[in-house]
């Protein structure tokens, strides 16, 4: 089912390569229509998005303040859990809020040689908005990663929207509202929700940042409305790399390959190993356990259309590689993960050693699941809050200490032809 490669074999770039390429085609279509949405929204506001949402989510509400859920309905919705669900969204949040508070920047500042102080100045953003997906598919996960760190920065605001088809909603997701500390709900989705946060209308406040993953509307309706306000990371399909010396139990990578398959028919799961039998035992483990399982259909594609199992000579040949591939997740499924890791550069989050499966970094080990994909963590991280903070440079010159920085500043706007900027420094050399 999953193609083999090795790369010892001439062909193994383009093979790899191919695999690699997901349908990256700009869409002139889609980009047209969500561009359309996203005006009418700004035009239109509170109108546009009961329109849109009477048509995509089948509702038919007659004003916005059927959309918001009150903040007392989401601690409800909590109040109600059965008691395993309540301890682990529990477990969840303290550990997640726990790891993110490592994170945080502070201000800091240093007098310099001639008596000028310079620092920086960390705020956090005012408001926030994250989206979160909706409707039969729930992902409270999501709203833990995407709010827990915002709260930890200091974000004063946090928008939650979530789509709610016909008026479906899980109840898991706004009891992780409740926990995470978010400060209004709204049952809006699609790109009309990303336009909403990013422009306001008279019901949705403007944020300064939208957050949180969604499909090709809502990744469409992000790029369009950048720079507007801030964007999180336009992510693409969710990937696994798996590195394994072949002495884990093949039941045990299977299930791992097998977790990120069952995202979705894009989703790619890949397993590196320099052990060919091992290989082996896998691609039979795979065709004996894949009937029993609940998504069987969108994992078979998934790992026939984007899944490999790739042969190495040696484990220095899978870390090349997995730098190569900057894959979202990494599992380094070896005796002796600290080894590796010491060279690897490129990926958004590393799973060490034969006991840590990459789904317990999507739910509760603590650091965040956002991650960069599609080669991404090359140049990107993962979401944080360092996301929801941001830093102004501060200067403050001394009568002494101006004297020499503005000469130097004058000198260089006369070599740059820009005479109010010289004259500008000039007045302080002559203070």
């Not at 994250?130 to 729930?138: E, F, L, N, Q």
């Not at 009891?175 to 306001?200: E, K, M, N, P, S």
Request: aromatic content about 6%; hydrophobic content about 45%.
């Amino acid at each position: 089912m999953m193609r083999r490669l090795n790369s010892d074999t001439s062909g193994f770039d383009a093979e790899l390569q191919a695999l690699m390429a997901s349908d990256g085609v700009r869409d002139e279509g889609l980009i047209a229509t969500v561009q359309a949405l996203v005006d009418d929204v700004r035009a239109r506001g509170d109108a546009a998005v009961l329109e849109y949402t009477a048509r995509f989510d089948r509702r038919t509400v007659s004003s916005m303040t059927e959309l918001e859920i009150p903040l007392a309905d989401c601690a409800q919705a909590f109040a109600q859990l059965p008691a395993d669900l309540k301890s682990a969204l529990q477990l969840a949040a303290s550990r997640i809020r726990e790891y993110h508070q490592y994170q945080l920047a502070e201000s800091w500042e240093y007098t310099d040689g001639l008596g000028n102080r310079l620092g920086q100045k960390v705020t956090p953003l005012d408001r926030v908005g994250i989206y979160v997906p909706g409707g039969k598919a729930s992902y409270p996960s999501s709203v833990l990663m995407n709010a827990l760190p915002a709260k930890v920065a200091g974000v004063d605001e946090i928008i939650m929207v979530v789509p709610a088809p016909e008026g479906v909603l899980n109840p898991m997701v706004l009891a992780a509202a409740h926990i995470a500390g978010v400060d209004r709900v709204f049952t809006v989705g699609g790109a009309q929700a990303i336009a909403a946060l990013a422009y306001g209308t008279r019901t949705i406040p403007a944020v300064d940042k939208i957050v949180g993953p969604g499909n090709a509307y809502v990744a469409t309706a992000k790029r369009l409305v950048f720079g507007q306000v801030g964007l999180d990371m336009i992510a693409g399909p969710s990937e696994v790399v798996v590195v394994c010396d072949g002495q884990t139990h093949p039941e045990w990578i299977v299930f791992d390959l097998f977790a990120q398959a069952e995202h979705d028919e894009q989703a790619q799961s890949i397993l590196i190993s320099p052990d060919a039998a091992f290989l082996d035992t896998v691609a039979v483990t795979i065709e004996r356990l894949l009937p029993q399982q609940p998504r069987a259909a969108i994992i078979r594609e998934s790992l026939q259309n984007r899944g490999a199992l790739i042969h190495v000579p040696d484990l220095n040949a899978a870390v090349a590689l997995c730098n190569r591939l900057a894959p979202e997740h990494l599992e380094l499924s070896v005796a002796d993960p600290d080894a590796l890791l010491a060279n690897i550069r490129h990926a958004g989050a590393v799973f060490m050693g034969r006991y840590t499966a990459e789904v317990m970094g999507d739910y509760c080990a603590g650091p965040n699941h956002v991650l960069p994909t599609s080669g991404t963590a090359r140049f990107s991280s993962p979401l944080g809050v360092y996301d929801f903070q941001k830093r102004m440079s501060v200067i403050r010159c001394t009568p002494a200490g101006a004297k020499p920085l503005a000469e130097a500043a004058r000198v260089l706007a006369d070599s740059e032809s820009l005479a109010a900027h010289a004259a500008s420094a000039a007045c302080r050399t002559d203070a």
